[in-house]
């Protein structure tokens, strides 16, 4: 098998041995959420973390991307990238803390005083965590990269358990949990780097590699902005025309979709390894085109099987008020289908530095996003937010492949892959039809299967064949 799948196929294995274990004992600690916390509270912790999470996008100007993508092209460099990271994510914490008190002192929220303390901290832990385990990636320590997402979820889970379950802290408990799971992994990552703590401090890095650092970033920035829009902003205008305990139901719904988040978040991290490697804009051998192809094949398939089970899922997941929820996750499921692929675009444009297709495709996207929000939510409510997110991720999948040949050749069938994105459309209004219409929910998913037959066919080999090896072994 050729050098760069075994790369490829190996890094997946240890981002996947990391996650799966950890997110789906995440996924079934669902129920004590929805039991414990109320759709208020729910919200209420949502709306802190998405609002943390913009932040960090702004104020650390995605400093982790130039870490990573720096690191892995100047290793001789490393502790000076590092350092440079490490200063603009202190630099940034402290504007999120002074722009929190302003908006403390004035009121705007009026939420209670602790709320603005875990955003900031919720902001340094992930942002933190985040520069840290790109730097492991750089410098080629991916197991344990790997190993510090099992602490992360572990301490979050852990928290939870006991803060929720044991002492019984409520909306608190839950907070301390979100922040301690990246804190910790983050302080694993600084033992696993060995880089002195003067690194941090006293590391100076040269202006001329600042500056390449900033303007590979900057678009980032942009970037970052947008994505935060098609996939939070909806909360806010959810919050906003529906209320607080709507938004509570309608984040309660994304926790479905996590499931195939989780299954294109572990080939991403490995992904975007590769992608910078091996970039070849003739593709020659065409690995990006089989392995974007494989990869749209299994993610469309695992996409039309999670919606046929959406409904149980949501039966056994959701809790009281927020079994509702499951009108949203099928349809925010296709968002995530979509993110996938434009993930899949975007380390793409990161592996022939140009960050600013990244920004502009997203930044289309965001437009369209927040104007069907405006638009669907007063009259549609949740769902409308939910649709527009599908819509908004389509147009940038889209626009993405259009800007995509620019920079490499690629050999897709886009015929067959907009049929198949019908085809689950068509799956998600028969789950809404009165009795769900399961008979032709399965005629769906077997014609996506039918349609990905050829890669199917060829992983079912792929894996045929190591499991011989393994036993001739």
């Known amino acids: 098998m050729n050098s760069k799948y075994k790369n490829l196929g190996k890094n997946t294995i240890i981002f996947a041995i990391s996650s799966f274990g950890t997110k789906i004992l995440s996924f079934l600690l669902v129920p004590l959420y929805t039991t414990v916390l109320t759709t208020t509270e729910y919200g209420a912790v949502d709306l802190i973390t998405t609002t943390a ?13 130039s870490v990573l993508r720096f690191t892995i092209e100047q290793r001789n460099k490393g502790q000076n990238i590092l350092s440079f990271g490490f200063r603009v994510l202190m630099i940034g914490t402290l504007i999120c803390g002074f722009l929190l008190a302003l908006v403390y002192a004035c009121d705007f929220l009026e939420w209670p005083v602790y709320y603005y303390f875990f955003v900031v901290l919720y902001f340094f832990a992930t942002a ?26 572990g301490t979050m889970i852990t928290g939870n358990i006991i803060f929720l379950l044991v002492i019984k802290t409520g909306i ?25 703590l003067r690194t941090y401090f006293v590391v100076n890095c040269p202006k001329s590699l600042k500056r390449e650092m900033v303007v590979y970033c900057v678009p980032l920035i942009f970037n970052n902005i947008a994505l935060w829009i098609n996939a939070f902003l909806d909360r806010y205008f959810v919050t906003y025309y529906c209320g607080v305990s709507e938004n509570g139901i309608y984040s309660v719904a994304s926790k479905i979709p996590t499931i195939l988040a989780t299954c294109y978040s572990v080939f991403a991290s490995a992904w975007s390894l590769s992608a910078i490697i091996e970039f070849d804009s003739e593709d020659k051998d065409g690995f990006f085109s089989n392995t974007y192809n494989t990869y749209g094949a299994l993610m469309t398939m695992a996409c039309s099987f999670i919606v ?5 899922l949501a039966r ?34 990161s592996a022939a530095k140009n960050t600013k297709a990244i920004a502009t495709t997203t930044i289309i996207s965001a437009v369209v996003n927040t104007i069907l929000n ?3 939510i007063p009259v549609m409510g949740a769902i409308g937010a939910a649709i527009a997110t599908v819509v908004a991720y389509f147009v940038m999948w889209l626009v993405r492949y259009v800007f995509s040949k620019k920079f490499i050749t690629m050999r897709i069938d886009i015929r067959k892959d907009i049929l198949i994105y019908a085809i689950i459309t068509v799956q998600i209004i028969f789950e809404h039809l009165e009795n769900h219409f399961y008979p032709g929910q399965i005629m769906c998913l077997l014609a996506v299967v039918l349609l990905n037959w050829k890669y199917l066919k060829t ?15």
């Open 53 to 65: 999470t913009l932040l960090v996008f702004v104020l650390t100007i995605n400093i982790s991307s």
């Open 128 to 153: 933190f965590y985040e520069m840290m385990s790109s730097y492991l990636r750089a410098i080629n320590k991916v197991k344990e990269v790997a190993f510090a997402g099992i602490i992360a979820s």
């Open 316 to 349: 056994f997941l959701y809790s009281k008020d927020f079994f509702v929820a499951w009108r949203y996750s099928s349809v925010l499921l296709l968002s995530v289908m979509f993110n996938t692929f434009t993930v899949f675009q975007g380390s793409i444009f």
């Open 459 to 473: 992983i079912i080999m792929v894996l045929t064949r190591k499991m011989k090896y393994g036993k001739d072994k």
């Open 172 to 196: 608190l408990g839950y907070l301390i949990s979100v922040v301690l799971g990246p804190l910790v992994a983050a302080i694993f990552c600084m033992f696993i780097a060995k880089e002195p």
């Open 374 to 376: 405006i638009a669907l």
């Open 308 to 312: 046929l089970f959406n409904i149980p």
